[in-house]
C-alpha cells in the first residue's frame, strides 16, 4: 500500500518566515508533486518533479520553491511567507510502473501565515 | 486539455444507489476519464479510471457512452462514510504522471441516515 506522509498536519508561522513543508513516499515512485487546496478554486499544481534534482513549474509557482535531493523526499519551501499563502498544502506521488497514472496523495499541511 | 462539468453538491441517503454525471464535451481521442474522492481532512483518493463502456471495481463503476461526453459514476448503496468531494477529471495517458491533472471543484455528496 503506498504511503505519502507530510512532516506536519497544522503549521503556524509568522509572515516573512521561511517555512519548509516535507513530504515522503515509500513506493520507489519517480513522480511527485505539490498542489494547494483553497475553498472555491479546486487543487492547483504548484510545482512537479519526475527525477531526483529535476522540477517543472506548474500552474502557480511564485512565491514558492522546492526541492528533491532523493528520490523519495519532496520538499516544499516558501521563502518568505505571506498571509495568501495561508492554505491547505497536498503532496502526491505517483510511478510508472503503476497500471494506472494514479497520483497518491498524503493528508495534506494546513498552514496558517499570520 | 479538456474541460469537466459537474454538479457542486448532491444529497443522498443511506443505501441509495448514487449516480454523479460528469460533462466532459471536448474530451480528446486519447483522453481517459478518472474519478477521485476527497474526504474532510484528506488528499484526495483514486476511485476508478476509464475510456469507454463500463468499468467495475469494488468501490464504483463507471458508465461512459459511445460519444465519450459525459461519463456518470455510480455508487451503490451508499452510506454515511460515503459522504465527500467526488472529482471527475480528463486528460491524456499518463497525465497523472506529467502533472496535467486538473482538479475542479468537484461533487459534494451528502450522504443522510
Known amino acids: 500500500d503506498v504511503k505519502v506522509t507530510q512532516s506536519s498536519r497544522y503549521l503556524v508561522k509568522r509572515t516573512g518566515e521561511k517555512v519548509f513543508l516535507e513530504c515522503v513516499q515509500d513506493m520507489d515512485h519517480e513522480n511527485m508533486f505539490w498542489y494547494r487546496q483553497d475553498p472555491g478554486l479546486g487543487l492547483r499544481l504548484i510545482y512537479f518533479s519526475y527525477d531526483v534534482k529535476m522540477k517543472e513549474k506548474g500552474d502557480i509557482p511564485e512565491g514558492y520553491s522546492v526541492s528533491r535531493e532523493k528520490k523519495e523526499r519532496f520538499s516544499l519551501i516558501l521563502e518568505s511567507a505571506s498571509t495568501n499563502q495561508t492554505s491547505m498544502y497536498l503532496c502526491?506521488?505517483?510511478?510508472?510502473?503503476?497500471?494506472?497514472?494514479?497520483?497518491?496523495f498524503g493528508p495534506g499541511t494546513r498552514l496558517t501565515v499570520l | 486539455l479538456a474541460k469537466t462539468t459537474q454538479p457542486i453538491s448532491m444529497d443522498s441517503y443511506e443505501g441509495q444507489e448514487v449516480n454523479i454525471t460528469c460533462s466532459h464535451n471536448n474530451i480528446a481521442t486519447n483522453d481517459y476519464i478518472t474519478w477521485y474522492q476527497q474526504f474532510p481532512s484528506q488528499g484526495p483518493r483514486f476511485i476508478i479510471q476509464g475510456y469507454k463502456t463500463k468499468v467495475t471495481n469494488e468501490v464504483a463503476s463507471l458508465f461512459i457512452p459511445a460519444d465519450r461526453k459525459s461519463s456518470t459514476l455510480s455508487l451503490p448503496r451508499v452510506s454515511l462514510s460515503d459522504t465527500a468531494v467526488y472529482y471527475c477529471l480528463v486528460g491524456g495517458p499518463n497525465s497523472g504522471n506529467t502533472g496535467k491533472l486538473i482538479f475542479g471543484q468537484g461533487t459534494t455528496l451528502q450522504v443522510k441516515p
Open positions: 502526491a506521488s505517483s510511478g510508472l510502473a503503476e497500471s494506472t497514472d494514479t497520483q497518491y
